[in-house]
């Protein structure tokens, strides 16, 4: 009985030890998430995701703060690091529809059609009346050229809602895809006039005024936006290709470096920077860039072609130079063969893609030094 109470009281006395170190190490996640909110209504997404990140350090698998971080990383305009989140998410509920809905539009913006289509489906199996999952659709047919289905789709949703913003700019997309220009400034103004900070409703006006090349109210639309949040990605892109539409490659450049800085993994940033490196003549650098784009996405069409030209635009100069040894005589072919040798040889990319063999350019020098020995006329 002694040996008992002995043992208890020991037990109560590591219990007592241990009660101040377990409740230092509580948290209060309602506060946190109240926080997060309360970041969010002032715009500042970074100290959002901060909070969160409180959150998930101590409960990993909080499925509200995945999505919550999903979606503040859609609103950034990260959507890698977005679809990461939902990603996680669904591994612990696979038919969660928030992570569901986030995973589709990440997929979306990432032009990875038929994924997101497949997980907008997957909402509509479990909802069939699903608001986000209708104007996924719809968005991913416009990207599909069937715009009177996807004006269908956002037709659904303004039914149910008139007042819906996002179905509202999307209807004006389609609208202006159909060259109704007009209409779909209107469609735009109205949802402006239901959220005048919507940056979504503004930097869809702002594209439009650029496709239409209004570049002076393209500007000042893009400027608004960044006016409200400097780091407003999808204002900086659109700031980004007005300066390059005007061939101000440099501030161009600067732009698409803020961009990249905010989202190392945006493939529009990627591919705009080594389009303005290509312009300025920096090839090694725009390659770099098209090589990285394709990472993000492998199959992208733009960033293999724009890697193809530059490739050939560097084989056609090394086969330039290479005619120049031809013509310019005994004196510098040394120094010429040198230089192609440089160019080509210990470029491994270029050297792959070059059609002239080593035994063709070492016997083209042999016949230059050969040349060279011969004693001059006087």
Known sequence: MGVMIKQISVLLLFTGLLIPTISAQTFDESALFKNTQTFLDDKQYDNAINELNKILEEDPDNIQALNEKGNIRLIQGKYVKALQNFEKTLQLQPKNIVALNGHGTSLYYLDQYEDALDSFNSVLRLDRENIVALIGSGNILLKEQQYDDAILFFDIVLEKEPNNVTALVAKASALFDTNQYKKSIEMLDNAIQLDLDNAIALNEKGQVYLDIEEYALARD??????????????????????????????????FYDKVLSLDPDNLEGLLGKANVLQNLGRSDDALRYFDEALEVDPDNLEASSGRDSVLENEVSTSLDLILIITIIGSITSVFSFVVVMIKIKENKILHERVLIADEQIEDLVDKFMKRQQKPKND
Do not use: C, R
């Open 221 to 254: 639309i893009f400027t608004d936006v960044l006016e409200l949040d400097e780091k407003d990605i999808s204002a900086l892109l659109g700031m980004a290709e007005l300066n390059f539409l005007e061939n101000k490659n440099i501030k161009a450049e600067q």
